[in-house]
């Protein structure tokens, strides 16, 4: 799996627009790039995931570049309950999920 | 997806004693997998559950230490023998079909004394 590289922490005001960024230059042509999150010890959530083209959910947008190495998250309007550690993953699919350390995402009230 | 349970949510033991810890998922899938989250780490996998057959571990993870069991698409157990402090962790199931995502149990916390 590529090895992903995300800042440790972040801060973002309630209501504002949460930007994520990851880097993952070593991505190959057949991997996805994930994004889970997690509250407090809970299991890990996903949240979306792509391969080339951006994708919208109902909780967030990611943004990937046209190269390919390096992709944004963003969840629109950020309330206190998205303080979570934000991970970003590159996968082939349904197989085994390779964790960094993430990104410690503060929401500032 | 798939509604994933976790027994028990929480337990303390004592060290040199086993837990064996439950994962249920409410449809069948193809994939479950156990992860352990050491305090204040990531996540590590530990192995792959294969049904029907012995499972596939990660390095650094042996057998004896972590028996798994996979006796159906729906249901897995993971061992945690002979424990000591070291293996306090929290232990996470998750499930994922063919061209699915992978979604996570709510974990088990455990304490070793």
């Known amino acids: 799996d590529a090895k992903t590289t995300q800042p440790p922490s972040m801060d973002c005001a309630e209501g504002r627009a949460a930007n994520l960024p990851c880097n993952h230059s070593?991505?190959?042509?057949?991997?996805?790039v994930y994004w889970y999150r997690q509250i407090h010890s809970q299991g890990p959530q996903y949240i979306i995931h792509g391969l080339k083209n951006n994708e919208t959910n109902e909780m967030a947008s990611l943004i990937i570049t046209e190269d390919r190495k390096s992709s944004t998250l963003i969840l629109p309007h950020a309330t206190l309950r998205d303080t979570a550690v934000y991970y970003c993953i590159v996968s082939i699919g349904n197989e085994k999920l390779t964790f960094g350390t993430g990104t410690r995402l503060t929401i500032i009230p | 997806s798939a509604v994933i349970s976790q027994k028990p949510s929480r337990d303390i033991c004592q060290r040199g004693t086993s837990l064996t810890i439950q994962c249920q998922v409410d449809s069948q899938v193809t994939m479950m997998f156990w992860y352990r989250q050491q305090p204040g780490q990531s996540l590590t996998l530990i192995a792959t559950?294969?049904?029907?057959?012995?499972?596939?571990?990660e390095s650094g993870f042996v057998i004896d230490k972590f028996p798994i069991s996979r006796p159906n698409l729906t249901f897995s157990t993971l061992t945690v023998s002979n424990m000591s402090p070291e293996d306090s962790s929290i232990y996470l199931c998750s499930v994922a079909s063919i061209a699915d995502t992978q979604y996570f149990g709510p974990g088990t916390r455990l304490t070793v004394l």
């Open positions: 559950a294969n049904q029907g057959s012995e499972a596939t571990y």
């Open positions: 070593t991505i190959s042509g057949n991997e996805y």
